[in-house]
């Protein structure tokens, strides 16, 4: 299991179990069902931030922007670099970007066909 998935006594975000045996597909898309994470990857897109940069913009304390980013670290979403006392961290893969906007896509297409649910 990739480093940053798993907590104390094997367990994962939440407390739910994050054993061997969890798809690595299903590790994936949880890492993209949090709006913070979400909000990382995004603040990235523009490039490579530091960890202070990153606090800055969520507005959330520091020990929880690192356990996001070392989740998605362990995924090979993010990479990181140390330069003296700070972490500066970038997208790993652009192709993370391609996945958020076909999710978007498929979310606005099923919108339009049921909207008649939301009037």
């Known amino acids: 299991m990739p480093k940053g998935m798993r ?5 994962g975000m939440g407390g739910r179990m994050m ?4 798809d690595p597909r299903s590790r994936f898309f949880l890492a993209l ?5 979400l909000k990382i990857i995004r603040m990235l ?3 490579e931030k530091s960890l202070s940069d990153i ?4 507005e959330i304390d520091v020990s929880v922007v690192s356990r996001h980013l070392m989740m998605l ?3 090979g979403i993010v990479s990181a670099r140390r330069e003296g006392l700070y972490v500066y961290f970038k997208i790993a893969d652009k192709r993370i970007f391609d996945i958020i906007a076909l999710s978007n896509q498929i ?3 099923w919108f339009k ?3 008649q649910m939301f009037e």
């Open 113 to 115: 066909q049921n909207q």
């Open 33 to 37: 069902s949090n709006d913070q994470r």
């Open 73 to 75: 670290r362990g995924l």
């Open 55 to 58: 606090v800055k913009g969520l």
């Open 7 to 11: 907590g104390r006594h094997g367990h």
């Open 45 to 47: 897109k523009d490039g």
């Open 107 to 109: 979310i606005t297409d």
């Open 19 to 22: 054993g061997s045996m969890m």
